[in-house]
């Protein structure tokens, strides 16, 4: 049984992956952070019998709890702390929360390091932009100019988001497109959209587009979620991306 501390478990995806981990055979959540229900169970506030977590407003409290697994799907100013603390406290971490920089991510290597632990960090779980990032790698090493394009809702609040973040990262150590030092990437925020990335690949005369488009569920999300929690333990050190997980 894989203890599980879900960070972000009131949210609109932490919520639907809390009742995924209810009703799975292998996986336990022990506890649950939301600042805006600290106190409250995680049943109540969700209207769900089979969660019987209780709620705290810091990962800190939380982790008082054991946990095998910490998952992070809060906001981009408390996510590093969160991160810290779980890998402190002996925890594995997968990362959901976007808008980390490489430079966050490298501390939090060290960290996962000193500590023996595995840190999985997906800038999006649904399986569509997992394959999205894998055929993009793919395509780059034949065809060295691309730009990639970033859509998402006006409130979302980080730009780049963390789907493109990890794809910019991903083909960088590819070798940088002779258009820059890096990734061009174009962010666009405007009502209408929710989560969407694209990647334009240019060729003399040809012209190739690799696009993600996400719905308004959340559920594309859970599958991948759930596969990481699994996965996360048998690993050491920072992962990105969790096609690096997959057997593709």
Same mark, same amino acid.
């Given at each position: ?41 995680? #049943?109540?506030? &969700? =209207?769900? @019998? !089979? ?6 407003? +810091?990962?800190?409290?939380? *982790?008082?709890? /054991? ?86 809702? #006006?409130?979302? &609040? =980080?730009? @780049? !988001? ?6 910019? +990262?991903?083909?960088?150590? *590819?070798?940088? /497109? ?71």
């Amino acid at each position: 049984m894989i203890r599980v501390c879900l960070a972000g478990a009131t949210g609109w995806a932490g919520s639907e992956l809390a009742r995924a981990i209810a009703h799975e055979s292998d996986l336990t959540l022990v506890a649950a952070v939301s600042r805006s229900h600290a106190g409250d169970k995680l #049943a109540d506030v &969700l =209207d769900d @019998p !089979s969660l019987s977590a209780p709620i705290y407003g +810091t990962a800190e409290d939380a *982790l008082r709890h /054991p946990c095998d697994v910490f998952v992070e799907y809060t906001s981009p100013q408390v996510a590093r702390a969160n991160i810290l603390a779980a890998l402190s406290a002996g925890a594995h971490v997968v990362v959901g929360t976007s808008g980390l920089s490489d430079g966050e991510y490298a501390e939090i290597d060290a960290m996962a390091q000193r500590r023996s632990r595995a840190v999985l960090a997906c800038g999006n779980f649904a399986l569509t932009a997992v394959l999205l990032q894998r055929f993009a790698a793919m395509a780059a090493k034949l065809i060295p100019q691309w730009e990639i394009i970033d859509y998402a809702d #006006a409130a979302k &609040l =980080d730009a @780049p !988001s963390g789907t493109v973040r990890e794809l910019a +990262t991903r083909l960088a150590r *590819l070798g940088a /497109p002779p258009t820059g030092s890096d990734s061009r990437i174009h962010s666009v925020r405007l009502p209408g959209y929710v989560i969407s990335a694209e990647i334009v690949f240019g060729m003399p005369d040809q012209r190739l587009s690799i696009r993600h488009d996400a719905g308004n569920s959340a559920r594309p999300y859970v599958d991948g979620a759930l596969l990481a929690i699994r996965k996360v333990g048998s690993l050491t050190g920072l992962h990105r991306g969790l096609d690096t997980v997959l057997d593709l």
